[in-house]
């Protein structure tokens, strides 16, 4: 090897390691369905109109309309339905089908509902909602999370619904609950005298009800039946 081939190499080298720093955004997912109005916020603030088929990254951020919803189909068959007039944040994604594989959704306000994939199957405590002061842990689930403002039909707080499996839900004050199919984990926004910041509810909220896209997730994460012939 020349002297030119080891300048290369390292400069090559040295590229590399400064992009690695940088925390340049490794795609997540792409966006399978949009109805209505939607953007996307990079992580260095550039704002652009979402558009189907077009990829998300770690450290985007989608903004749904009042009444849009958007659907991602994520590189390990997982998916999520951004609701209409949400805000949520992909802030962890990697893919590499390694123990390191973590998925870290942050949902900021609105509604999301999302279906584990292949990193939930091999890494069930890799997977995280961030909702507020709420985190929430999957085991093989397809919930729906909330951040409910004052005025609404339900109570102010953050929901955790599920539709199946189950999560632990968990707060910043260390308190936790496991959440079986058709209950709700809830924290209320304001406590009334003596009662529990984390609660389990049996009653379905109000907020949830079914877009658009429901069916398709339905359709997208349904386990393949080989047919006989």
Known sequence: MNRLQRILGCFFGLVLVLCHASGIAQEAGTIARLSGKASITAADNTTRDAKANEGVNTGDVITTAAGAELLVRFKDNSTMIVRSDSKVKISQFRFEKKSTDTVNTS???????????????????????????????????????SIVPEGAKDRAGIYNFVHSGETQMSLDTGEQTIVGKDLSGFAPKDLQPGEQRLQLLRDRPAFLT?????????QLTAPRIPMIR
């Open 210 to 218: 079914s877009g658009g896209f429901d069916a398709l997730l339905q």
């Open 107 to 145: 949902l900021v306000s609105g509604t999301l509902r999302a279906v584990s994939g292949q990193i939930a199957k091999a890494q069930p405590a890799n997977v995280k909602y961030d909702a507020g002061a709420a985190t929430i842990g999957i085991r093989g689930t397809d919930i729906e999370v």
